[in-house]
């Protein structure tokens, strides 16, 4: 069952999914951050797969879903610090020492500055998408991603609406649709804050500093060319592409999701 | 970001409820010196409505703004509820808190529920500040039904003109004061409830002011903002067993964030009066 809760955090309160199973034979936790913006919820059918044998939990970065916001826009690194203050809470409150981390787009960016902030802490990583522009793509993206107007008409959610859509497949169902429109929604005015951070964050810089095993899940999406570039820079990394799926696949695959993250956290190293 | 953050002196927590996990927001003072406030919203929203109301008025009593089950943050019912169950959970939230006497504040749909937990809790609810109080004649109630009321509403269109439409329906009963980024938050927050969204209206239609007002003893205050049920609310006025109705011509949604300080006055003068005035 998924419980939420708020953790005091740097920014004001965090709040967090989380699902704590009954068994007593659990594997290593697993802490999950969102893309931007959007919020922890997208990982519901992940938090109910992967909570059939371990703890699992995924925060709202601050500033959006119902985390609340910095005063001002913050970094990769500060976002994976707020993570590390929730881990060390959660990791006295239900006894244990290390965890596994998963990030999507803006959140994977945040599980590499976890992991080198915290190497004895992270045993293992999940990126779902792994980015690594050019120079180009990185003036292109920031040019897409900047803040929306707000229309008296109402123009800029419709805008917003169609542009979510471009990114799912016929095979989402709407209740997701409408769920992760909603939640995108909830960064309010600074909602273009977690890309700027993601874009400050050139992962060819800090990929070749990770130790941990890391797994890149790489969906059919905006980010799939970009992505596999990152094996390249990271002495232990695999690669799992979602060919047919973009965003909603965790929604649409749960069961089969799972396999795939069990397949690379459970393995004998 | 005033519309967004979470004021100075409001805490947000979770507490268990019969349908699972309610979210509130909570003022409480370190000695308070009045009788705690619990806030309804209106529907489809949550008690980010109250977040403003309840820093200040929370000065010197507990107010809190719990999120109506399948709202905000808090778990839905498996099954459309009626407005007897919202009130029977608020009234199960009330004694979590350990609350022996409250008052009670209800906007718009939160009117009902408010009403209905003053029927079910007579010897516990003190007084009733109701945001709106539309007595519907049959016409209006069968529109009402047709526009809000039904699963038909919320079904997503492609092109997103159903945006459009929730977006434009907001801007037309906005207070004049509130911005472009009130009218955001709000939409965010009513699509929150996704496709259930439409419960607490198709709740509230069920049950009419005209049969419920009668039978409320405890003095209730009728605040009347210019907004969509300013014509409707204004034929309760005769219903009143024990209250008084008052008219803010100037005011329209958004007005608890954009017109705090005066309605915190109006509703604390209000409470705050002696039990001979009524």
């Known amino acids: 069952m998924i419980r939420r ?31 931007s913006p959007n919020s922890g919820c997208i990982f519901e059918a992940a938090l109910r797969e992967m909570g059939k044998d371990r703890i699992v939990v995924a925060p709202d970065t601050p500033g959006f879903g119902e985390s609340e916001a910095p005063l001002f ?42 992991a080198l902030q915290r190497p004895i802490l992270v045993r293992r990583i999940v990126q779902i998408s792994s980015p690594v522009f050019t120079d180009e793509e990185l003036v292109s993206f920031r040019s897409e991603y900047q803040p929306k107007e707000i ?5 800029h959610l419709r805008d917003a609406w169609l542009n979510l859509l471009r990114f799912y497949n016929d095979d989402v169902p709407r209740s997701v649709l409408a769920r992760n429109f909603a939640s995108s929604l909830r960064g ?65 695959m749960p069961v089969k999701f799972g396999e795939i993250l069990r397949n690379f956290l459970d393995s004998v190293p | 970001m005033k519309f967004w953050r979470t004021p100075l002196g409001v805490q947000r927590h979770y507490i268990n409820g019969r349908y699972g996990q309610i979210h509130y927001r909570i003022a409480a003072p370190a000695h308070p010196s009045a009788v705690p406030l619990l806030c309804f919203h209106l529907s489809p929203n949550s008690g980010r409505v109250y977040a403003q109301f309840i820093a200040q008025i929370g000065h010197d009593r507990i107010a809190i703004a719990p999120d ?74 069968v529109q009402q039904y047709k526009s809000m009321g039904t699963s038909e509403v919320e079904k997503l269109s492609e092109d997103g003109s159903h945006l459009l439409r929730l977006w434009q329906d907001h801007w037309r009963w906005k207070d ?25 209206h198709q709740a509230a239609f069920k049950v009419q002011h005209a049969l419920e ?7 209730i205050l009728l605040l009347c903002p210019k907004d969509d049920l300013w014509e409707a609310t204004q034929r309760a006025r005769p219903f009143l067993r024990n209250g008084k109705f008052v008219e803010l011509p100037n005011y329209a949604h958004g007005f608890l964030d954009v017109h705090t300080t005066e309605v915190v006055d109006i509703v604390r003068h209000f409470l705050d009066a002696s039990e001979q005035t009524f």
């Open chain 1, 5 to 35: 809760a708020f953790h005091e955090g740097a920014y004001g309160p965090l709040h967090y999914r989380i699902v704590v199973p009954t068994a007593t034979e659990l594997r290593p936790p697993l802490f999950m951050f969102h893309m």
């Open chain 1, 73 to 114: 826009p913050i970094e990769i690194e500060d976002f994976a610090n707020t993570m590390s203050h929730l881990i060390d809470f959660l990791a006295e409150k239900l006894n244990f020492s290390q965890v596994d981390i998963m990030g999507y787009h803006t959140g994977a960016m945040t599980c590499i500055a976890l």
């Open chain 1, 151 to 155: 229309c008296e008409n109402g123009a």
């Open chain 1, 188 to 252: 309010g005015p600074i909602a273009h804050w977690g890309h700027r951070a993601a874009f400050n964050y050139d992962l060819k810089i800090y990929l070749p500093k990770v130790t941990q095993p890391l797994l890149i899940v790489n969906p059919n999406d905006d980010l799939a060319e970009q992505s596999p570039r990152a094996l390249a820079l990271v002495r232990h990394a695999k690669i799992v592409n979602i060919e047919n799926h973009a965003h909603g696949f965790i929604d649409v």
């Open chain 2, 68 to 141: 109506t089950p399948g709202f905000g943050l808090s778990d839905a019912p498996t099954t459309a509820p009626e407005i007897s169950d919202y009130a029977a959970c608020m009234g199960e939230f009330a004694d979590a808190h350990g609350f022996t006497t409250f008052d009670v504040m209800g906007y718009h749909t939160g009117s009902k529920i408010a009403l209905a937990l003053a029927q079910q809790r007579p010897a516990q609810l003190r007084r009733l500040v109701l945001v709106s109080a539309p007595i519907y004649t049959e016409a209006e109630l």
């Open chain 2, 176 to 200: 004049s004061a509130a911005p472009a980024s009130f009218i955001q938050r709000e939409v965010a927050e009513g699509l929150v409830a996704g496709e259930q969204a439409w419960w607490g």
């Open chain 2, 213 to 219: 007002l009668p039978k409320v003893e405890q003095p």
